[in-house]
């Protein structure tokens, strides 16, 4: 599904990591349950729910999907060094993730990338489209409703 152009179009950069722990814990990632979801900055189960939680949690916003990808490509190489898998690091290559990270984000869609730590935390990096097409009626988090 493409995207018309538009100015409003942009999509929102989320970074996490943390102890799997808190990963593993579903109150912290779902807006049903209210109180926990509003205060954690863990990510949500359902990526498009990053668009109901506070704003201070945007690290970045992107009109150009190319920019966007760089960023997310950025950040997972910043945790390459320390994966619990490092034969991951490779498969499939960051450039290719980067240029359909790209794509999707052209098109109107989400990327998610995560990944295990050798420590036991958890990386999680997202853009997210934003007006969503999963969630059309969503407020913006930086314009409010």
Known sequence: MERSPSADVH?????WIGPRRL???????RPEFEAAFAVSDVTP???VEWL??????IRSTFTDPAEAASWIRARAAEVLPELLHP???DWPALDRREKSAADMI???GDV??????????????????????????????????
């Open 112 to 145: 998610v990338w995560g990944f295990y730590l050798r420590d036991g935390r958890f990386a999680s990096y997202a853009l997210i489209s934003c007006p969503n097409r999963l969630e059309p009626g969503l407020p913006c988090p930086e314009r409010g409703p």
């Open 52 to 57: 109901r939680k506070p704003r201070r949690l």
């Open 106 to 108: 052209g098109r109107g």
């Open 23 to 29: 990963f593993d814990l579903e109150e912290e990632r």
């Open 45 to 47: 189960v359902r990526v």
């Open 87 to 89: 034969e991951e690091a």
């Open 11 to 15: 999509c929102h950069a989320y970074a």
